[in-house]
Structure formats: C-alpha cells, structure tokens
C-alpha cells in the first residue's frame, strides 16, 4: 500500500511540469495573438486616419472648385456689364465727344442700389437742367448690385451711361451693431470714382445719390466752383448742400461759405484729390473719412441756399434726421448767374478776413433767453460758446443742428455756425478755437 502511494507521488511531479508547460505555451499563445491584434488595431486606425486625411483632401478640392465656379460666374456677370458698357457709350456717344475734344466740366454719377422710384425722380430732375449743357457733364448711373428693377430703370434712358458695381465679397463689419449698408457703399463708392477719374479720365466728379433733387443753377453752381478749385488747392472739395439749409435758417441765394465739415449730398471732388483718398479709402463711412482728410487746412465750399434736396425718407440711414432736418430743406429756386459773380472772396488769402469781418459787425449777445434777445434785435448777432456741451444746448435752442464729428460741427468754419433767424439776419455761434484763428474776443 505504502509502495503504491509513493509510485502516484512520482507521477504527479511529471504530470505538474506537463501542467505548467502546457501553461506555459498557452501564455505564450496569447500572447501572440495580443500582438497579432495591436498589430491589427494599428493597422486599422492608420486607414481609418488616411481615410480621414483623402475626405479632408476631397473636401478642401471641392471647396476650390466651388470657389472657381463663384469665380467664374463673377466673370461672366462683369462680362455682361462690361458689353452693356460699350453699348451704351457707343449708343450715347461719350467717346466720340472726347475725340472731339471737348473737355467735360465734370462727369455727374447718380449712385443708386434698388430704390428704382427714387432714381426715376432724381434722374427726371437732373435730366430737366442737365440737357442744355450735356456735354459739359456727361451723366452716368452706377448701381451697386443687381436689383433688376433699378438695371433696367437705368438703361431705359438714352440720356446716360449705365455702370453696374458686382460685389460678392462677404462683408465683416469692425465694431458689433454696424449696418452692413455703410460699408457696401464705401466699396461702391470707390469703385464708381476710380471708374470715372481713373478709367474714364475725368477730372472733375460731381456725386449724387438716387434720393435728390437738384435747382435750377445747379450746374452753373459747379462750373463757378470748379473754376475757384483750381485757383484755391486749400479747397478739398464743393458741395451743393448746407446741413442748416431748412427754410427758416436761410435767405441768400448768393451766398457762399467755405466749411471746415465736410457736407456730402451733392458734392464734386477733383481727380488729385481723388488720388491722394483713393488708396486709403475707408472700409464704411467715406463723408467721415472725408472729414478727417481735410486736416492739411484745407476746406469745402457750401451755399447758403441748398442746390439739393433730399427726399429719401427710407434708405440706409433708416429715415435717421428726415422729419427734423432734410423734409424743411429750401431748395434753391432763383436762377443765379454765377458767371457774373466774383467768388474771389473765397480764396484761403482773403476769406477769413472776410469772415472775420462779418462776425465781428455782429451784436454780442449772451446769457438766458437768447431766442427771445435775437428776436429782438434788429442786426447780426454773435453767441459766444465755451465748449461742445454749450454748443449743443444753443443750438438746441435754436432748432439748428447739434450734431458734432471728429470736434467739428456742422457747417463751421474755423469754429464757427452761421445761420439765419427771421430772414435776413444772421446769427454766429463762436467758438474757443475763433479766437485763436480768426482773433474775434468774446465780448
């Protein structure tokens, strides 16, 4: 019994090494077959990453050839405009006119976008005094866009040249809230002036939106201001519009200022001028920009009497001022002959002295109830304010405008505001920088 218990004993110590060889290899088979499946899991997420690699591939080729097909299909639009282009100029026979010789006093833009009734009106107003002098200032429209309303409003005349801006650049704005308008007619502007001054080789540009109205002198207007432009290089540009111009403010058909603002809405520019604006022209807001471009002490001319007027109740500013500012707006109904009026008085040399003059005739008037006190007086009178907050509550009084930009305000000149009041007299609002520029004391 003892001898067979020691025989089993002996056969289990082969039977454990066999045991745990047996484990041994099945170890080592797993172990196999782990790495078999890393390698395999490997393998897999290298395809998967190329796969994802050949789709982002596939996707940026795609992204290319719709941008090409976006491309392509800009060209064709500018293709299109620009055969309507030679169209026109052969039918109205612009090129012609400057084989012939006959230097433009200045090309007239109508800048327009989709409001097709408001253009019908500015084009029938401009037409009624542009025709007898048509080859001083041929006329053109320039549409930004596409409205199809306001293309073939356009081309309806035989009158004008058509000019078509096609913009499909997206349009990111600097500063949250900014309307996307201010800065599509920046770019709209810069292309049409760079057409006319650069393309076309006017020398001078008279601009007007497909909002306005224009008098009976408007053009004489320009010929007389074009003329004093090129004696006076410190005049940066002429307007036909005076921010204060509502018919209780105004008087003088005859009378002329020159401005430190800038006042838009009817204004010619010439081609150096446009040279030094062209490449720094702003992403929004070009009548700001303007503004600011007068610092090398240069200013604008404006009338007393508007040779403007606005009508354009809805566009991009949204109506912002209409009621209160431009629906009074008196436009200018006399025909004055500019031709005999010397505007020598306008020149850098001798209009501060002239200015200067005019404001220091005037009674000085100050404290409470000044409304009442200029009613009662029966001269020119000068208001003395100390800074823009005052500046804003005089003119507040008065019903003119307070609006300032870039530390000027509307319609000065040197500090400034002259206006009306009760028809024939005039009222100035002087300023701290007066003193200095044109040496009148506050009294």
């Given at each position: 019994m003892a001898r067979m218990s020691c025989?089993?004993?002996?056969?289990?110590?082969?039977?454990?090494?066999?045991?745990i060889y047996i484990q041994m290899r099945l170890f080592q088979t797993q172990s196999q077959y782990a790495d078999r499946l890393g390698s395999a899991i490997e393998s897999e997420n290298h395809c998967t990453s190329q796969m994802r690699g050949l789709i982002d591939e596939v996707s940026i080729k795609q992204s290319q050839i719709v941008a090409l097909q976006d491309m392509k299909n800009r060209q064709d639009q500018e293709l299109v405009q620009l055969k309507d282009l030679i169209h026109t100029f052969e039918k109205k026979g612009i090129a012609k006119l400057i084989e012939a010789g006959q230097m433009p006093v200045a090309a007239v833009v109508i800048m327009a976008c989709?409001?097709?009734?408001?253009?019908?009106?500015?084009?029938?107003?401009?037409?009624?005094?542009?025709?007898?002098?048509?080859?001083?200032?041929?006329?053109?429209?320039?549409?930004?866009g596409s409205n199809q309303a306001v293309k073939s409003k356009a081309l309806s005349y035989n009158q004008l040249t058509y000019m078509q801006h096609l913009d499909f650049e997206p349009v990111i704005t600097e500063r949250p809230g900014e309307l996307i308008a201010y800065y599509k007619i920046a770019r709209h502007y810069k292309w049409a002036l760079d057409q006319l001054f650069y393309k076309h080789k006017f020398s001078r540009v008279i601009i007007l939106e497909d909002d306005m109205e224009i008098a009976p002198d408007f053009f004489d207007y320009f010929e007389a201001a074009a003329n004093l432009m090129d004696r006076d290089k410190t005049i940066m540009a002429a307007s036909s519009w005076n921010d204060n111009g509502q018919k209780q403010f105004v008087h003088d058909p005859y009378a002329l200022y020159r401005s430190d603002f800038f006042p838009g809405l009817g204004w010619m520019l010439k081609r150096s001028t446009w040279d030094e604006l062209s490449p720094k022209w702003p992403k929004a807001y070009p009548y700001t920009y303007a503004l600011k471009e007068n610092h090398k002490g240069r200013q604008f001319i404006r009338p007393e009497v508007c040779r403007t007027y606005n009508f354009g109740e809805h566009g991009s500013s949204l109506g912002q001022f209409f009621s209160q500012y431009l629906e009074p707006i008196k436009l200018n109904d006399v025909k004055v002959d500019w031709k005999a009026k010397d505007l020598g008085y306008l020149t850098e040399g001798n209009y501060t002295k002239y200015f200067s003059g005019l404001?220091?005739?005037?009674?000085?008037?100050?404290?409470?109830?000044?409304?009442?006190?200029?009613?009662?007086?029966?001269?020119?009178?000068?208001?003395?304010?100390?800074?823009?907050?005052?500046?804003?509550?005089i003119a507040g009084e008065f019903g003119i405008f307070e609006e300032w930009k870039d530390g000027v305000p509307r319609t000065?000149?040197?500090?400034?505001?002259?206006?009306?009041?009760?028809?024939?007299?005039?009222?100035?609002?002087v300023g701290p920088d007066s003193v200095m520029q044109l040496g009148i004391r506050n009294s």
């Open positions: 025989d089993l004993r002996f056969l289990l110590i082969p039977a454990a090494f066999m045991f989709s409001r097709a009734d408001y253009l019908a009106r500015t084009v029938k107003s401009v037409l009624t005094y542009q025709s007898p002098v048509a080859s001083k200032y041929p006329l053109f429209i320039s549409q930004d404001v220091r005739q005037a009674r000085p008037i100050q404290g409470a109830d000044l409304v009442l006190k200029v009613q009662n007086i029966k001269s020119d009178v000068r208001i003395w304010y100390k800074d823009q907050a005052e500046f804003e509550r000065a000149y040197k500090g400034v505001v002259v206006f009306r009041i009760q028809t024939t007299r005039r009222v100035f609002l």
